[in-house]
């Protein structure tokens, strides 16, 4: 089946540095979707990206679609201890009314003050 | 705000013993998805409602059932839970159309004694 692949697992960063996230995959999609995810709470939606080689910002977030529909990547400037989190891509085909999300691993984004 | 509401946020219960946890959503979205997330892991699909379709991700144990009885609501049920069954479980919503991205609920953690 379909995998994404996010790495590294964790991310250790200093506050005020920027850090960049990539998401690949072996087949393609036709909606990227990055999620955050804190301790306890469910993932939150921070960018969704329709068209390949779309690139939207929300806020000090920026998150590109690949050209090639197999990749995307966020960027986060000027990190804040707030950043802090499981930083979730998901990859979505939707066929019919089969929308159903790929998920990558998680990357953990640690930010020392 | 429209949103996911989860009841409860955490839930114990014990080896055998059926627990059902609930999910309401104001956002008034055709499908409705439930997920298990373990420790450090990505949430995985259990199954989704489309309207009052129900399908089953091939992999879901028979130990875990859904009932949707109106748009808003959706249950989920764990007949004879196991000590495996322990984990966070996400109820999230989305379109049928359009920008189907899906929208997630804080979660209920689940803990089997």
């Known amino acids: 089946g379909q995998q994404l692949n996010q790495s590294p697992q964790s991310m250790f960063i200093q506050e005020g540095e920027d850090v960049s996230m990539n998401c690949t995959s072996s087949s393609i999609f036709n909606t990227w979707l990055w999620y955050k995810q804190e301790p306890g709470e469910g993932p939150v939606l921070l960018i969704a990206?329709?068209?390949?080689?779309e690139l939207t910002s929300n806020g000090r977030l920026t998150a590109q679609f690949g050209i090639t529909r197999k990749d995307s990547f966020l960027n986060i400037s000027a990190s804040i201890p707030s950043d802090v989190g499981i930083y979730f891509c998901a990859g979505q085909l939707k066929t019919g009314a089969n929308s159903k999300l790929t998920f990558g691993k998680g990357i953990t984004l640690s930010v020392r003050p | 705000d429209a949103m996911v509401i989860q009841n409860p946020r955490y839930q114990v219960t014990q080896f055998g013993k059926p627990v059902t946890l609930s999910c309401s959503q104001t956002l008034n979205h055709n499908v409705m998805y439930w997920y298990q997330q373990k420790s450090s892991q990505a949430p995985k699909l259990l199954f989704h409602y489309y309207d009052k379709d129900f399908n089953n991700e091939a992999d879901t144990p028979d130990n875990f059932q859904s009932r949707r009885p109106n748009t808003s609501f959706c249950f989920l049920d764990i007949r004879s839970p196991g000590l495996g069954d322990a984990a966070m479980y996400l109820c999230a919503t989305s379109r049928a159309s359009g920008g189907n991205e899906q929208f997630f609920g804080p979660g209920t953690r689940l803990t089997v004694l």
């Open positions: 990206l329709y068209k390949a080689g």
